[in-house]
């Protein structure tokens, strides 16, 4: 039997390291996120101002209790950072979810049906990249307000352009082909089309985007909670952790590397892992 | 050349116009700028006095084509916190991040040009490896990290360079260098992808065939052709930089327009808002005109599509 395109991709990506390291560490994140805040069992949010700006274990003045020590106020850094990991893998799942439906649903209207919705299309698309990205938002939280829904739209509503220029091309590449001009005989609906018959042909390149743009999406959350209009206090966001810890610099910079090298780690991990998709996904585009 | 100038300009012109709804509409999604302007703690008197100064009591199309009107002659209104005109405010603020953003990007091009050219030639070489680190790690490095990063090694450890403030030259080298970071992934990856292509065209073969120095076939040949689209990339890029210097400029406290962005954010002073959100899409606008512009003269196939 001959392997079908499907298992010779899985095939290449099992070969692929950095498929390994970076999906093996976006793992070890999940884990930690989903569980760890249950196995620390300590509250995130819980000040203790007699036990302020503890030293991390391996500091002088660290100990067992605060494995990574405590800020400002009292609050254990490692319970903040494990809480953190969730709202960074929340907003940027949930984010790729919405920004992924808009850009893909815009993309296929305009790449298969041409001409006029085409043009619709692609000048959504240019006003969208004509918007700057981090003014608009920061606008948005500070006059709606901030919570988690509203980070998530705002973010999911101008990140999906990437998504819908994918879409468009690799739509009107398949818009011709010999299968989609068979279900058209064959009397499917549009939506049918759409849907069944060019969607899934173009997951792989879509995925590969959502890597982009879950790692685009953390980015963007952390900025705007660093500059103050994002994650609101006294949830823990590491973009809020590293701007509450600003002042510590001279002398616990541990306190901004700690939430820092943390962010860091989850978008080179989402990054590798999207490396490895696209030279699975479009091997010919590997130079 | 005619038709496709004719097209493309009509474009940017209902561009900028749908952007400059959007800008507007954005400081009214709350629906009443007024109870933000005037604080907490205001009397519902204050909160309608301010209504009928600002003129927010008028329906919002009025509103706008009023807003737009005055802008299309150059009138941006006035700050409510600074108690400036807005254009007076803006100009202020504009020289630094113009300077900020020209560092940056020249910062950029330094980097990516050079190290995009030599890792295309020597694939997979150590120079490639390199390359591919650089631009992975300016992708996954936050710029308020890495700017807290610079700040930590050269201005508190090393006391070379300034951190804060924008009163010498000196000043603006961390900024430069933290925000053209933000720019140097995507300047690398296509002057090297660029590279590879050009090096394995019909021309370059017939160069070397001819035996011309392979320096003078990479220089004044390859590095032509492969550079046309990064020039146009750049471009964008600076447009995308002049969003991007808020968290640059917070963090440095360089009083550009990304600290006035940030701080008139906070303070909702809307006139200056709007006139931002408008500003930064104007430019970006523009300059993705003049880089599809430079690709059409360059290139004559773009004049088709």
């Known amino acids: ?287 | 050349m005619g038709r496709f100038l004719a097209r493309r300009l009509l474009v940017t012109i209902l561009v900028v116009l749908v952007t400059s709804i959007v800008a507007f509409s954005l400081v009214h999604l709350s629906g009443d700028p007024a109870v933000a302007m005037a604080g907490e703690g205001a009397s519902a008197a204050d909160v309608a006095a301010i209504r009928t100064l600002y003129g927010f009591d008028r329906p919002l199309s009025v509103q706008y084509v009023a807003w737009v009107g005055k802008a299309m002659t150059g009138e941006f209104g006035r700050s409510y916190y600074l108690r400036e005109s807005v254009v007076q405010v803006l100009g202020e603020h504009a020289p630094i991040t113009a300077a900020l953003g020209a560092l940056a990007l020249g910062f950029a091009l330094l980097v990516s040009i050079p190290l995009g050219v030599l890792a295309g030639l020597m694939r997979r070489g150590p120079i490639d490896r390199l390359a591919s680190a650089v631009a992975v790690a300016g992708q996954a490095a936050p710029s308020f990290l890495l700017a807290l990063l610079l700040i930590y090694v050269f201005g508190v450890w090393l006391h070379w360079l300034p951190i804060s403030g924008n009163a010498t030259a000196l000043h603006y080298v961390l900024p430069a260098v933290t925000l053209g970071m933000y720019a140097t992934p995507a300047l690398l990856r296509l002057t090297r992808s660029g590279m590879i292509e050009v090096m394995q065209s019909d021309h370059i073969r017939t160069g070397r065939a001819y035996g011309l120095a392979p320096w003078r076939v990479v220089i004044r040949h390859a590095l032509r052709s492969a550079i046309i689209p990064v020039v146009s990339l750049a471009a964008v890029q600076f447009g995308l930089m002049l969003g991007g210097s808020i968290v640059v400029e917070a963090v440095f406290s360089l009083k550009g327009l990304g600290q006035l962005a940030w701080e008139s954010i906070q303070r909702s002073d809307i006139e200056v808002i709007q006139a931002l959100l408008l500003l930064t899409s104007l430019v970006y606008a523009v300059l993705t005109l003049l880089a599809d512009l430079l690709n059409a003269l360059l290139d004559p196939r773009m004049r088709l599509s």
């Open chain 1, 1 to 287: 039997m001959t392997p079908t395109p499907a298992t010779l991709a899985l095939r290449r990506l099992r070969r692929h390291p950095s498929f390994w390291i970076g999906g093996g560490t976006l793992a070890i994140i999940l884990v930690l996120a989903l569980v760890g805040p249950a196995i620390l069992g300590l509250d995130p949010t819980a000040q203790d101002l007699a036990h302020r700006l503890i030293d991390p274990v391996w500091g002088p003045k660290g100990g067992r209790a605060h494995l990574l020590g405590t800020d400002q106020l009292g609050r254990d850094t490692l319970a903040r950072l494990l809480d953190g990991a969730r709202i960074s893998l929340f907003i940027g799942i949930a984010t790729v979810v919405v920004s992924g439906t808009i850009g893909t649903l815009l993309g296929l209207l305009g790449g298969y049906f041409g001409g006029r919705v085409d043009m619709a299309v692609n000048f959504i698309i240019t006003i969208r990249l004509t918007l700057p990205v981090v003014l608009v938002a920061l606008v948005v939280v500070a006059v709606v307000g901030s919570s988690l829904t509203i980070l998530v739209l705002v973010i999911g509503l101008l990140l999906w352009d990437r998504f819908a220029v994918v879409t468009r091309s690799a739509t009107q590449r398949l818009a011709q082909s010999d299968f989609v001009i068979s279900a058209r005989c064959i009397g499917a609906s549009t939506p049918r089309i759409l849907l069944a018959e060019i969607l899934p042909n173009i997951a792989g390149p879509l995925i590969v985007v959502a890597t982009i743009e879950l790692a685009h999406a953390v980015l963007l959350e952390a900025a705007l909670s660093f500059l103050g209009l994002g994650v609101k206090p006294p949830l823990a966001s590491w973009g809020l952790m590293v701007a509450e810890a600003k002042s510590q610099l001279l002398f616990r910079p541990w306190q901004i590397a700690i939430p820092g090298v943390a962010l860091a780690i989850l978008v080179l991990a989402v990054n590798l892992l999207g490396d490895a998709l696209r030279d699975v996904v479009a091997p010919e585009g590997r130079a």
